[in-house]
């Protein structure tokens, strides 16, 4: 079956930096775009960043300049380099991969949460 797998997060301070990771199974990932989508206490999930086979990266607003996403297609993963970490990035950050072919299934990860206070 398909697993997202997150690791990586955890509490840090304004300022820092956190790298996250996801592994992927059960996919042939070469041929899902993968992405990373946060949500806040008493908010919508949202797009943080995507990457998609053979495209450039594409990134929400509020984090253009201080995060990467990056995938490594021999190891079936997804990262997520966040600089430069702000209180407001406080969010479970959930990973997330669509196919591009057929019926486009999506699939999600547990989440990892990410706390960014001093």
């Known amino acids: 079956q398909v697993q997202l797998v997150e690791s990586g997060g955890g509490l840090v301070q304004p300022g820092w930096s956190l790298r996250l990771s996801c592994a992927a199974s059960?996919?042939?990932?070469?041929?899902?775009?993968m992405g990373w989508y946060r949500q806040a206490p008493g908010k919508q999930r949202e797009l943080v960043a995507i990457?998609?086979?053979?495209?450039?990266?594409t990134y929400a607003d509020s984090v253009k300049g201080r995060f990467t996403i990056s995938r490594d297609n021999a190891k079936n993963t997804v990262s997520l380099r966040m600089n430069s970490l702000k209180s407001e990035d406080t969010a479970v950050y959930y990973c997330?991969?669509?196919?591009?072919?057929?019926?486009?299934?999506?699939?999600w990860g547990q989440g990892t949460q990410v706390t960014v206070s001093s």
């Open positions: 997330n991969a669509v196919s591009r072919i057929g019926a486009r299934p999506s699939f």
């Open positions: 990457t998609m086979p053979g495209d450039g990266p």
């Open positions: 059960g996919i042939i990932f070469s041929l899902f775009d």
